[in-house]
């Protein structure tokens, strides 16, 4: 299935201890339950329910960044697809970059010095997630894939990477951002609520084995003042 927000992981330790780690990790940010639908969606079994969060296209300023020096952003071309798919943080092959980059989607990247950190993906054209994939209208984009290197984690990287991304979009008329969040990734939905995004619909994906599938929108939310519509 396409990309929602990435729950947070952890380096990993030697032996035994990156069990105990992870097992941490999981109870401390609130994801016991969306590990066991990812340990169910890796036998086959996929139970998803998910939001389709949506936020106006405010012009933030840039969120700080901690600590780092000759950080630069910039928007990928073909030529830097090989990078990302080296990276070992990353969901997207050399391939499916190129191929993405090839039918219009945008990756806008935060480098430090000729590293890649941390990048993220933005649609114009449509909301790009198989169960709900559908068009946009001019003044929307769909934001997705966010990704930073292990290494760079807690820099607040992707924070940046989105207010330069408001930027963009703002100056092309766009005033409404969607993206997908796992009802059950808190963290993500924290993130999201930080950005004053709310829930825009609720639904219920399902796949047994890839043999029949099933969308259920379960909830749509009403709309809000000042929802970025043009």
């Not at 927000?5 to 032996?15: C, I, K, L, M, Q």
């Not at 066991?36 to 969120?63: N, Q």
């Amino acid at each position: 299935m396409a990309q929602a927000d990435p729950s947070p992981r952890s380096a990993p330790a030697p032996g035994g201890a990156s069990v105990w780690r992870k097992l941490r990790d999981v109870i401390r940010h609130g994801l016991v339950i969306q590990t066991l639908l990812d340990v169910l969606r890796k036998a086959g079994l996929e139970i998803t329910p998910y939001y389709v969060m949506r936020e106006a296209v405010v012009s933030p300023d840039a969120a700080p960044v901690a600590g780092l020096e000759n950080l630069r952003l910039a928007w990928l071309g073909p030529e830097d697809a090989a990078q990302v798919g080296a990276l070992p943080d990353s969901k997207f092959s050399e391939a499916e970059t190129r191929a993405r980059l090839a039918r219009g989607q945008r990756c806008l990247g935060a480098w430090v010095g000729s590293e890649l950190a941390a990048f993220m993906w933005v649609d114009t054209g449509e909301l790009d997630f198989e169960p709900c994939r559908g068009p946009l209208h001019p003044h929307e984009a769909y934001l997705f894939g966010a990704t930073t290197t292990r290494a760079r984690r807690g820099h607040n990287l992707v924070p940046h990477l989105r207010a330069e991304l408001y930027r963009a979009l703002r100056a092309e008329g766009r005033t409404v951002c969607y993206s997908i969040s796992y009802a059950f990734n808190t963290p993500a939905l924290r993130f999201k609520r930080k950005l004053n995004a709310r829930c825009d619909r609720l639904y219920l994906y399902v796949s047994l084995w890839g043999l029949a599938r099933r969308n259920w929108l379960l909830r749509r939310y009403p709309a809000a003042p000042g929802d970025g519509e043009p």
